[in-house]
Structure formats: C-alpha cells, structure tokens
C-alpha cells in the first residue's frame, strides 16, 4: 500500500522510475537496472537506467530479451546471461526480467542484473514480479500525462512547441538569464509552394525546415512553430553574434536541404540585463527584421537590434 501511495504521488516519469530504482536496489542489491519501453518491433531504454544498457553489448542484450518478452510475455530468470549468448564480454551474469503489462498489454519491461551467476533466488524472483506489477499503473499513468502534456506544448505536423510554451519560456529566461537571441523564419514564397505543388507538400516542407531547425540548435534552444509558414527560435543565453550565426547557418542549410528547394528569411532581435525590455518589442523587433528581410530580396538575415520601429 505505501508503495502504491508513493508512486502514484510522482509526477514524472522520471520520479517514478528513481523511486522504483531505489526499491530495486534496496531490496535486491542489484548492480545495474533497466526501464525498456516496447512499440512495434522497436525498444526505448528509459532515462534513468544504469548505463550499461545502453552501451553496445548491453543493448545487445536488451534486444534478445524483448525478442523473448514479445513472444512469451512472462517474467524471465537467467542464472548466466552469458552462456545463453554466448558472450563474455557481456557485463554481467545473473538477470531478471519482468514485463509491465496493462490492460493486457505489453508496455515493456524490467530488467536488474548482477555480475555473480546464480545471484537471484526462486523468492527473489517472485518479489521482483510483485514490485513491477504493482508498479506498472503508476509507470503506465506517468508516460500518459506526460505524454499529454507533451501535446499541448506541441505543434502536431511539426513536433516543434507550441507559440504559447515560446513565449512562456522566454519571460522565464528573461528573469533568470544575462541575454538572449529571438530569430523569427519564415518560409519564402510558401504560398507558390502549395499552389504549384499541393497543399502535402507544403506540409512536408515546413517538416523539413523544422527537422533543420531541431538539427542546428542546442537541446537547451527552443524551436517553435509561430504560425502558418512561419517558425521561431529562442536561444537563451546566447548572444546577438550566436544569435546572427544560427540564423546564418539556418538560411543555409535550408537551402541546400529542401525538396523541393526553397529559401527562408530571418528576423533577429535580442536583448539583455543592462536594457529594460518587454517580451513583446523583442518580438516586434524580430518581426520588423523579417520584414526587411523580405524587402531586400529574401534568402537573407536582418537584425534589428534598436528599438526603433523602423
């Protein structure tokens, strides 16, 4: 009862897989520990497992095991994981495996391992499929809300956020950081995209530019999607010289990366502690850039530093 209490008060998935290691570890003095989720014929390794699952000859033996778990759906004991592969190089000799069905499906499983052959009991064994299957809603529950939660601050056709996450981001780095970069991209001549090639491929080129986006920025960067074709980046931190090169290499790679081939423009603007500024004129300077952008002939960068509308 008070481990159901306490997974179902986590918040995150990530809580609830360190609260459940914590238990693992506590009750079975594992060496390593492993969260997998299942989907189709693919498997993810959650944040949180011990890495050497994720290492090469760890994931090797991930995957024999969800082969198995696929097919058998039931907890699985090896008393030396080693010979049944036929590797020595695999770190570790003893495992136990519990799938994490709900619903009577199969979500993934739970793997602890110890380098000791022969480590886990019978009893040990039957433990560790009581602690998983009574944890496996509070696992469930977690990836569903965040899963939900991932959608709301989400544009759909791009995976980049949601304008309404952007902003809220940027007044919180505006609190807490020195400076920071706001680049406003918009897609040149989308509406001649759609009209000469139909409606999908527009789609698919604002996932291609947004795909350049994700693929030039750092994973503490924001790419957003603003509105229609176009598409914002916040860089928190960075500074106006960062700020002009992301946009710069942006212009570029989308160019050279898009088919069909189109271009885009860019408006930059920036702020930081020593001038008092609004979330709002930092927008409208990025706009009024894009503006000029377009005006001198597209396929460009323009900064509009000042604050002057023009």
Same mark, same amino acid.
């Given at each position: 009862?008070? &481990?159901?209490?306490?997974?179902?008060?986590?918040?995150s998935?990530?809580?609830?897989?360190?609260? &459940?290691?914590?238990?693992?570890k506590?009750?079975?003095?594992?060496?390593?520990?492993?969260?997998? &989720?299942?989907?189709?014929?693919?498997?993810?390794?959650?944040? !949180?497992?011990?890495?050497?699952?994720?290492?090469?000859?760890?994931?090797?033996?991930?995957?024999?095991?969800?082969?198995?778990?696929?097919v058998k759906?039931?907890?699985?004991l090896?008393?030396?994981?080693?010979?049944?592969?036929?590797?020595?190089?695999?770190?570790?000799?003893?495992?136990?495996?519990?799938?994490m069905?709900?619903?009577?499906?199969?979500k993934?499983?739970?793997i602890?391992?110890?380098?000791?052959?022969?480590?886990?009991?019978?009893?040990?064994?039957?433990?560790?499929?009581?602690?998983i299957?009574?944890?496996?809603?509070?696992?469930?529950?977690?990836?569903?809300?965040?899963?939900?939660?991932?959608?709301?601050?989400t544009?759909? &056709?791009?995976?980049?956020?949601a304008?309404?996450f952007?902003?809220?981001?940027?007044?919180?780095?505006?609190?807490?950081?020195?400076?920071?970069t706001?680049?406003?991209?918009?897609?040149?001549?989308?509406?001649?995209?759609?009209?000469?090639?139909g409606?999908?491929? !527009?789609?698919?080129?604002?996932?291609?530019?947004?795909?350049?986006?994700?693929?030039?920025?750092?994973s503490?960067?924001?790419?957003?999607?603003?509105?229609?074709?176009?598409?914002?980046?916040?860089?928190?931190?960075?500074?106006?010289?960062?700020?002009?090169?992301?946009?710069?290499?942006?212009?570029?790679?989308?160019?050279?990366n898009?088919?069909?081939?189109?271009?885009?423009?860019? !408006?930059?603007?920036?702020?930081?502690?020593?001038?008092?500024?609004?979330?709002?004129?930092?927008?409208?300077?990025?706009?009024? !850039?894009?503006?000029?952008?377009?005006e001198?002939?597209?396929?460009?960068?323009v900064?509009?530093?000042?604050?002057?509308?023009?």
């Amino acid at each position: 009862i008070i &481990l159901r209490l306490r997974l179902n008060s986590s918040t995150s998935l990530d809580e609830t897989v360190q609260f &459940l290691k914590s238990q693992i570890k506590k009750s079975f003095n594992t060496d390593d520990i492993g969260f997998v &989720l299942l989907k189709d014929t693919e498997f993810t390794i959650l944040n !949180g497992s011990n890495s050497v699952f994720l290492s090469e000859v760890g994931k090797k033996c991930v995957e024999f095991i969800a082969e198995n778990i696929r097919v058998k759906k039931e907890a699985l004991l090896y008393s030396n994981i080693q010979n049944q592969l036929a590797d020595e190089t695999i770190p570790f000799s003893s495992l136990m495996v519990v799938p994490m069905i709900e619903s009577d499906s199969l979500k993934g499983f739970c793997i602890v391992s110890h380098s000791i052959p022969y480590y886990f009991t019978f009893d040990m064994f039957k433990l560790f499929q009581s602690l998983i299957h009574h944890s496996t809603l509070a696992i469930t529950n977690s990836m569903l809300r965040e899963e939900l939660e991932r959608m709301v601050i989400t544009d759909q &056709l791009t995976q980049l956020f949601a304008k309404g996450f952007l902003n809220d981001e940027i007044k919180q780095s505006m609190e807490k950081d020195e400076e920071g970069t706001f680049i406003l991209l918009d897609i040149d001549n989308f509406k001649k995209v759609n009209d000469t090639f139909g409606h999908q491929t !527009g789609d698919e080129i604002l996932v291609q530019v947004a795909n350049i986006i994700q693929q030039n920025i750092r994973s503490s960067d924001i790419g957003a999607r603003w509105g229609g074709e176009e598409l914002a980046i916040y860089l928190p931190g960075a500074s106006l010289k960062t700020g002009s090169q992301v946009a710069h290499r942006l212009v570029e790679a989308v160019y050279k990366n898009t088919k069909p081939k189109i271009t885009v423009s860019c !408006g930059v603007s920036y702020w930081n502690k020593k001038r008092k500024d609004q979330v709002e004129s930092l927008f409208n300077r990025a706009d009024v !850039g894009l503006y000029h952008a377009k005006e001198r002939g597209k396929n460009q960068v323009v900064i509009k530093e000042d604050k002057s509308p023009f």
